[in-house]
């Protein structure tokens, strides 16, 4: 490899075809991460509605066998952990980070461009396991369940994770070189935009525990493979040390798929409010916090797994700390849109949208949290509603805020406001309607992962693949509508929505490296080439 | 919107610098925290291992050599100072140097391999301790293979250097990132020696 990084970068084609080329520019990287991830979104979901489907009536009678069923759940979640969500904020992540801090690219161009090309074969490698009995032991995949099925599929989800957080840990690596080294002289810490805060927390999260993961899953495929017993009772072994190594990374991993988030959020609430953000260091400060707390708590998930009671204690009390720098944010982002001149744009409805569904989620997490409660509902629905309002409640809507919010800078077009406001209804309804009910049925004792379940919890069953389906349908309006507007919609000026970061100094979309001379900023972190002049003065007018 | 000055210009090009060695080294550090993080997660799993069983070591399992992995952790040790002078040797633009003591850190580590196969082979073959032999054998190939393994890629970044190192001006005074990264990289393989020394062979 002789080529310099000019070379790399001028060869491909500057039209469509460059986004399947091994193009090093990272805005490529990043659109390659975004629609990769945004189609097997949409094979996670597919999956999540014949799940809908099997659980409309009280009968397994869907699937053929509860094997297929266990694995449709499994290869579910697996999707939308490690195929959707982090690979999409990591999207985000190489297209902007670079962008907001005055760079030209990643540190590492040709690493991230391998990072992108890991999840690829990720994704057929967990995909292909159905043709050989897909896993079936759950996205956890707990031994010695997980030990005892005997077909292929799980060595083949295996393997697949381990790839897919090996292209995270090489992702995360990128961004914080990036984000330390190569910000412009003019951005110290405390002019990084909120986002670039986030992005480091969370990659910090991603190098330190990531390993971890992969550790315990190495030693789970020499269980499985080589036939040892580290967590094969049977053998000596104790399948709790899995839970503690896999938790140590999983917790965490659930800031690390909604840090991102929280990032977006607290970059598109002051631009459509017209205000500055409300406690600039107190959000920052508390992503790492949130990232050093994710640390202590991983237990929280094994309350009922045969932890000693001081133990639950601690992880008690600790989990329910993060409630602190949660409730920071989320104050700050209220006090940001109060009393401001609200613009509800796409982009607005589902930052709000996020607030207002992340808080449900927040709340039952402090209910979880506490052992007692955790003890009760423990692999009931109200788990699986919890999750699922932090995780498509917090990280999906803020993603899809996202989208509406940096669509013309990433594509150089204007995304249809009407189409994205019906979308904004439809998801908003489908997913309460969708995941509301699941509290009340975990109340009633549905437990999670099953195929059959009590004729009582018929209509509340029934009401949530409603919700489900409405989900599913929902984002067909946002398909069409992007398809579309990527083709054919109007052009985007450089800064269409008047915002103050660096990555809206650059034309729509920005050419390659990014700016013939790069921006400087001259007093905070929100006010790009106003020499001199109160940000807040600016932002208000 | 944006200031057109000369402070600006430099630092265009300073940007476009991604062969610039301190970002390289910063990543490379990076790369090896998260690789600590890899051992970190054995080594706790190991020592929860350790203490779910009811005996360790169990009844029946063979001793460890101690002579032969005492011997390797010297052995370790020293050649971290014997790379230290191939970093030494670079700064002073001294290729010639590198290949010598990059030569003779390698043929240490071989030493440390061959040590640690004929420790393998005596445990298998002798004492019937194998990776079967329940959580001890288990943990026991699983840590010290992983770290053999480390050992042997860190042989063939010192070998890949010295290839490259016969290259016209490949590694310079002020350019060597190669030798740096596999000088760090061999001293963290050492650094988890140490370690793995101290929770295999010496409590025990």
């Known amino acids: 490899m002789q080529l310099t990084q000019d070379q790399i970068k001028q060869d491909p084609p500057q039209d469509w075809r460059r986004y399947f080329t091994f193009c090093t520019d990272h805005k490529v990287i990043g659109v390659q991460y975004m629609v990769t991830s945004f189609t097997l979104y949409l094979v996670g979901g597919f999956l999540a509605m014949l799940i809908r489907a099997e659980l409309w009536t009280p009968d397994p009678d869907f699937f053929p066998d509860s094997q297929v069923y266990n694995g449709v759940f499994t290869v579910h979640a697996t999707i939308m952990i490690f195929l959707w969500l982090i690979p999409m904020l990591a999207g985000f992540a190489n297209f902007l980070i670079p962008l907001m801090i005055g760079a030209r690219d990643m540190a590492f161009p040709r690493l991230n461009a391998l990072a992108f090309w890991l999840i690829p074969p990720g994704a057929i490698l967990l995909l292909s396991s159905f043709f050989v009995g897909a896993p079936a032991a759950g996205w956890t995949s707990y031994p010695p369940l997980s030990l005892m099925d005997g077909t292929a599929g799980q060595a083949i989800w295996l393997a697949s994770v381990i790839l897919l957080g090996t292209s995270s840990i090489m992702g995360a690596l990128n961004f914080i070189t990036t984000i330390w080294e190569m910000r412009i002289p003019s951005m110290d810490i405390w002019r990084m935009p909120l986002f670039i805060w986030a992005m480091f927390a969370t990659s910090i999260i991603t190098l330190l525990a990531t390993p971890v993961l992969t550790g315990a899953l190495v030693l789970l495929t020499f269980d499985l493979l080589a036939k040892t017993t580290f967590f094969n009772p049977i053998g000596g072994g104790d399948p709790v040390i899995y839970q503690h190594m896999f ?17 977006m959020i607290s970059e598109i609430l002051p631009v459509f409010s017209r205000k500055p953000i409300f406690g600039y260091r107190a959000i920052a400060v508390s992503s790492m916090t949130i990232a050093i707390l994710g640390f202590i708590v991983w237990a929280h998930h094994m309350f009922t797994s045969g932890t000693p009671e001081w133990l639950r204690i601690f992880f008690m009390i600790t989990s329910m700390i993060i409630a602190v720098p949660t409730g920071i944010k989320v104050f700050s982002w209220v006090a940001t849109i109060w009393g401001g001149k609200l613009r509800f744009t796409s982009a607005m409805l589902f930052a709000l949208g996020f607030l207002s569904v992340f808080l449900v989620g927040g709340l039952s997490g402090i209910m979880l949290a506490s052992v007692p409660f955790d003890i009760h509902v423990h692999d009931t629905y109200f788990v699986v509603a919890h999750l699922h309002y932090v995780l498509f409640g917090g990280s999906v809507f803020a993603v899809y805020a996202g989208i509406y919010y940096w669509f013309p800078k990433i594509t150089g077009r204007m995304l249809n406001e009407t189409w994205g406001k019906i979308h904004f209804v439809l998801t908003f309804v489908g997913f309460n309607l969708c995941f509301f009910p699941m509290h009340r049925l975990g109340l009633m004792g549905m437990p999670r992962r099953v195929a059959a379940y ?11 693949g409603i919700g489900g389906f409405l989900l599913g349908v929902s984002t067909l309006p946002f398909l069409a ?15 269409p929505w008047e915002a103050l970061t660096l990555e809206w100094t650059t034309p729509s979309p920005p050419p390659v490296e990014n700016w013939d001379v790069l921006p400087v900023l001259t007093v905070g972190p929100y006010d790009y080439g106003h020499e001199g002049r109160d940000p807040q003065e600016i932002i208000r007018s | 919107m944006v200031a057109n000055t000369g402070e600006a210009g430099a630092v265009a090009v300073h940007h476009m610098d991604h062969e610039h060695p301190d ?13 600590g993080m890899l051992f970190v997660g054995l080594f706790v799993a190991y020592l929860a291992f350790r203490a779910v069983a009811t005996q360790w070591p169990p009844a029946g399992t063979p001793k460890l050599e101690f002579l032969i992995p005492a011997a390797n952790t010297v052995i370790l040790i020293s050649s971290s100072f014997v790379i230290h002078r191939a970093e030494g040797a670079i700064k002073n633009g001294d290729v010639q140097g590198v290949r010598r ?38 943990t026991f190939y699983v840590l010290t293979g992983f770290h053999g393994f480390h050992v042997l890629v860190g042989l063939l970044l010192m070998l890949g250097v010295m290839y490259r190192s016969f290259k016209e001006d490949h590694y310079t005074a002020e350019k060597h990132f190669g030798v740096e990264a596999a000088s760090v990289y061999w001293h963290f393989v050492d650094g988890v020696w140490v370690v793995l020394f101290l929770l295999l062979y010496v409590i025990r």
């Open chain 2, 101 to 138: 003591w990059f030569g003779i850190t390698a043929l240490m580590g071989a030493v440390f391999l061959a040590g640690q196969a004929y420790e393998y082979f005596g445990l298998i073959f002798k004492e019937g301790l194998t990776l079967w032999s329940g959580l001890y054998g288990g």
């Open chain 1, 454 to 464: 009590d004729a009582s919890f018929t209509d509340l069953n029934v009401l949530i």
């Open chain 1, 481 to 495: 509508n992007a398809v579309y507007s990527w083709i054919g919609g109007p052009k985007a000026p450089a800064n």
């Open chain 1, 247 to 263: 938790w140590f990374y999983s917790h965490p991993a659930v800031y690390i798929m909604v840090l991102p988030g929280f990032g």
């Open chain 2, 23 to 35: 970002l390289r080294l910063f990543g490379f550090l990076l790369f090896l925290i998260s690789e």
